[in-house]
């Protein structure tokens, strides 16, 4: 997993992230957000890449 | 041998005689060597298995026909692995005969195909990826094919009501419509099903839990010919956006199971207008016969050993698992051929008892497998929160846009022939072989697997066509050391490869050595092996 910079430009894609969200209900955006994730998964194509970036996504939250 | 039928979910089912047994003229209790209880999928197979390697065994069944009384079918897809096991036992051919021969799953999200697959592409086996086919059909082949073997005392109408073991036996109580009476028995075989009361009585954890999943299968013939194809729906409009399943069986019955409200009242979703109704939303018409409607939940357990002394656990009684998959009657089933070749062998004394104990090494990982592998698929199709159902909408839309989003769709990963990969028992191979077309030294087509009933319950070794710089004297030399070993070539002489297939599932180049076990597992795999290695391999897959 990769946890230095590797953005090559974050603020451009913050910006489009909160754009494509603009004018969803909330369940809208929740499964933008789904959808999102599925893709963004299937170009990492790691699975041990993708286990840790689950475990760092759930690490703020009470232990499963 | 059947008496007048039973009338049962539309089907007639033979009815078996209860024959008084020798214990009840003399009242002198008898020792037996394997004594089986529970004449289902994996009771029967094992008998079937056990008869087939000349080895004698008596069976115990509580009832006098096969099926459950009064429940229809239960498994109804017999995946490949189980039919090469048949083609092995002799029943594949009535099998294919009456079954629906099928190899192309559609999965639906509302009016899309969101998944599919066609499995017969790619495979190298003589018999189909699946065929369906109500289990008591399986089950009645079974009792004719062991009847016609002879070799096991099937005894009918025959309760176990104790069953007790010390370091050299086990006692079994037995209740009949003739009285009580006990036998002894090397080795006992539990059969007994997902309620086996000799599992509890030996008080076993089973870490059982519960789904608040709910379905109601309902069986139905009608006119019209859907496709001969697997077709389920994750979301069916005409199931109020919940899971269908859409199966042909034998004589023509459909399966369709539909999910139901998990607060649904179970006996009012079997209705028969209430069945009817969803019918009726799902077909377009009401020409149809209801066959058989039955709700269920589903449930699943695992125990840590499927080995406890002188007492084996195969199929449900060792492990259960959601639907979806056929992970069970199919698992039940390679249960019994995984210990039917070890069973024949330690009562032949050709190998020692600790062969048995590579049963639950092997058995008790694959059913884990089959376990985690089923209870993905429930989750995928009984989302238990917001987020989840999120997560699968967000699978559904992909899967009609992208082909990964396809991957992720899941309504079952249906039965394999699970490897045993970490056996004590294997030298780096442990994977089913497909039982490919060859032929045999006399020129003559044949199988792998008729192959192996040819030579017995021995391993086989091939050394896959030799450049000559081999050893072939010492490969068949190992033949003499009185262990049930028997060796070929494929190629000038020997064995044959005509399609191909034995290359293609070997992954063999010349001078490939192969090991291959009893049940056709590979047990070692060795480019230019030396005769020491494989006699090294052939003592470690016998415990020797």
Known sequence: MITDPNIPDPDGFYAALVAAHEGLTEAQSAELNARLVFLLANQVGSQAVLLDCVAAARKPFAPE | MAEQPVWTGGYELPVYPFVPPPELADGRPRRYRIVIVGGGLSGLTLACDLANRGVESVLLDEDDTIGVRGASSRGIVYAQKTLEVFAHLGTYPRIREKGVTWSVGKTFAGRDVVYSFDMDLGSAS?????????????????????????????????????????PECVTVAVETPAGGYTLEAEWLIDATGVNSAIRDGFGLETHASRSADRWCITDVRFKERFPVERWTWVEAPFNDDRAVWQHLMGDDVWRLDYQMDPDCDPEYVSRRDVAEARLRAHLGHRDFDLVWVGPYAYRDHLLDEFRHGRVFFVGDAAHVVSPFGARGGNSGIQDAYNLGWKLALVTKRQAPERLLDTYSAERQPAAAENLRVTARTTRFLAPRSAAERTLRAAVLGLAREHAFGRSLVNTGRLSVANPYPDSPAVAGAGWSLPNVAITLPDGSRSTLAGLAQSVGTVFIGILYAPTG???????????????????????????GDPEGKLKQVLHAGPDTFALIRPDLYLAALAPNARASEVEACLRKALCL
């Open chain 2, 126 to 166: 003589e018999q189909p990826p699946f065929i369906n086919l109500q289990q008591f059909y399986v089950e009645w082949f079974l009792v004719d094919r062991i009847a016609s073997l002879g070799r096991c005392d099937l005894r009918w109408k025959s309760r176990v009501t104790r069953v007790a073991q010390t």
């Open chain 2, 469 to 495: 710089g081999h050893d072939v004297a010492g490969f068949a030399q190992l033949e003499a050391l009185g262990l049930p070993f028997r060796f070929f070539v494929c190629g000038a002489g020997g064995i």
